[in-house]
């Protein structure tokens, strides 16, 4: 296995398994857990992605095929997407292209919140694009939620990652991918969900001024 990143939570490894080419995450223990509760956490934690990522395909989310989910080990087996971060791809494509990509990322959240899924993580670091699609990578912090609150968290974040990533193209992607979460959404709920993003911008930015 060859080391692909190490996180908090989970390591995640690129191997061969059965002829094909696949990501493995093994979410790491905690010593300063007891180990028993330790063990049922990363347990509990490594299903419900597992089940989270079944039900975003479902709903017509793009996400890499599971092959084994190993609750002993805490790990997940799961197909290897390749192709291009959308962090990478965004300054490669004219405004056409990025226009495009945009709109289908946003139509895509959409997707999941329709469903009350909320990726809770949702930066372009976890979305690849391969060939005509954009794939949603690593629910290890996704949840069900019919909360406009969870939904404005989501979209913030995925601002956030824009701002601080793509601050010079952040304006123009941010309004391609909500073109895109209307689409699916209706204007009339996509206007509660952005009304909540900026109220909790604002909170964001209030208490960082109080610091």
């Known amino acids: 296995m060859k080391l692909l990143s190490k996180g908090a939570e989970a390591d995640l490894y690129i191997a061969e398994w059965y002829g094909?080419?696949?990501?493995?995450?093994?979410?790491?223990?905690?010593?300063?857990?007891?180990?028993?509760?330790?063990?049922?956490?990363?347990?509990?934690?490594?299903?419900?992605?597992?089940?989270?990522?079944?039900?975003?395909?479902?709903?017509?989310?793009?996400?890499?095929?599971?092959?084994?989910?190993?609750?002993?080990?805490?790990?997940?087996?799961?197909?290897?997407?390749?192709g291009l971060r959308v962090k990478e791809a965004l300054g490669m494509l004219d405004n056409s292209q990025k226009e495009k990509l945009c709109e289908q990322i946003g139509m895509k959240v959409g997707m999941l919140h329709s469903t009350s899924l909320i990726h809770g993580d949702l930066t372009t670091s976890n979305m690849i694009v391969c060939g005509d699609k954009v794939f949603f990578i690593d629910f290890g912090l996704s949840f069900h939620s019919h909360s406009d609150e969870d939904k404005g968290v989501d979209l913030h974040l995925l601002k956030r990652a824009l701002d601080s990533t793509h601050y010079k193209e952040s304006r123009d992607c941010l309004k391609y991918i909500l073109q895109g979460y209307r689409e699916v959404s209706g204007e009339s709920y996509t206007s509660k969900i952005l009304k909540k993003m900026k109220e909790i911008e604002y909170r964001g930015r209030y208490f960082s001024g109080r610091t």
């Open 20 to 82: 094909r080419k696949v990501v493995i995450k093994r979410r790491i223990s905690k010593v300063y857990r007891n180990p028993c509760l330790d063990l049922r956490l990363r347990a509990s934690r490594t299903v419900r992605e597992a089940e989270n990522m079944h039900e975003a395909k479902k709903a017509s989310v793009p996400t890499p095929i599971i092959y084994l989910v190993d609750k002993e080990s805490t790990t997940l087996i799961m197909e290897y997407i390749d």
